[in-house]
């Protein structure tokens, strides 16, 4: 069965920095490009990041880019976004989501349950 | 403002069918064929229905279908059920900005 669980959200201040990180399980985690996908609240989708499957490419909306990292590690089946300059709009559920494919982007085949970072002094 | 457009609500009784449009441009569904469909129910993570414009991954009904035609993707729900009241979100490859756009979602209300 695979399985996405997000962890380290929390209440931060403007400004401040955070790690979130993924844990997957049940599938071949390095065959695969991995996402991060944002919901702020009452929002629609936000598509955040992306990280192919050896790490040789990445990419990040321009909401974000210059501030947010995403990185990955194989060997612990681990996704990861670093998120520094946080702002109040920033503020949303973030979710880790599985590509079907290794490189770029086809679909969204399996989501984590989320993670909330809120952005407030 | 969404990169894809959807209508913010549609609605329908039990047993009927409805259509969610996503119009998009040339940059994503004009040009490729990897729109996608997500299912969200209140509180609970998206849930994938339909991919690559066409196909159901397995165990998702077959009363949900979908279309393309040009930069417009459709989601057609066929004999509605109250368990399908939800927000709708079409998504989609781009080779602008962005590698993914998502459109702003739409509510389904089964009346």
């Known amino acids: 069965e695979v399985q996405l669980v997000e962890s380290g959200g929390g209440l931060v201040q403007p400004g401040r920095s955070l790690r979130l990180s993924c844990a997957a399980s049940?599938?071949?985690?390095?065959?695969?490009?991995m996402h991060w996908v944002r919901q702020g609240p009452g929002k629609g989708l936000e598509w955040v990041s992306y990280v192919s499957w050896n790490s040789g490419s990445t990419g990040y909306a321009d909401s974000v880019k210059g501030r947010f990292t995403i990185s990955r590690d194989n060997a612990k089946n681990s996704l990861y976004l670093q998120m520094t300059s946080l702002r109040a709009e920033d503020t949303a559920l973030y979710y880790c989501?599985?590509?079907?494919?290794?490189?770029?982007?086809?679909?969204?085949?399996?989501w984590g349950q989320g993670i909330l970072v809120t952005v407030s002094s | 403002q969404s990169a894809l457009t959807q209508p913010a609500s549609v609605s329908g009784s039990p047993g009927q069918s409805i259509t969610i449009s996503c119009t998009g441009t040339?940059?994503?569904?004009?040009?490729?064929?990897?729109v996608s469909w997500y299912q969200q129910h209140p509180g609970k993570a998206p849930k994938l229905i339909v991919y690559?414009?066409?196909n159901r991954p397995s165990g998702v009904s077959n009363r949900f279908s979908g279309s393309k035609s040009g930069g417009t993707a459709s989601l057609t729900i066929s004999g509605l059920q109250a368990e399908d009241e939800a927000d709708y979100y079409c998504s989609s490859y781009s080779s602008g900005s962005t590698l993914v756009v998502f459109g702003g979602g739409t509510k389904l209300t089964v009346l």
């Open positions: 989501a599985k590509d079907r494919s290794s490189a770029s982007y086809d679909y969204f085949d399996y």
């Open positions: 690559d414009v066409i």
């Open positions: 040339n940059s994503d569904i004009g040009r490729y064929n990897y």
């Open positions: 049940g599938f071949t985690f390095d065959d695969y490009a």
